[in-house]
């Protein structure tokens, strides 16, 4: 039996990207939908609304999202230096390279709340892994 009403398998990067629960793939680990809220952008429930998933699975558990979200700003960064190649160029004539960090990092200060929660969502699906039949395990507890 499959968590989804087709019997397809949720899409990981689907779920990542949506912020959704590592287990079942549907429920939303946050309690509001937008991450500029800054007030409760990283709020979240103690379980998944849909499965029962415990979300902080034990005390400290996010302390290791530094890594992942320091891998995703490094993303971002290599795909914004590739982008301003392309469209721009470096030179050692002109100050582009100086409009290149500007841009970067007002780049990163507005991304910094979505990099912030989907680092939290890859960093539990590393632990806790997708099953397709939590619905029996929800009913048996």
Known sequence: MCADKNHEKPSILKSILGNKCARCRRGSIYTTKNPYNLKDCMK???HCPVCGQKVEVEVGFYYGTGYVS???SIAVCVASFIAWWVFFGFSLYDNRIYYWIATNAVLLLGMQPLIMRWARTIWMAFFVYYDEDWALARKAA
């Open 44 to 46: 979240m429930p103690e």
């Open 70 to 72: 320091y891998a995703l």
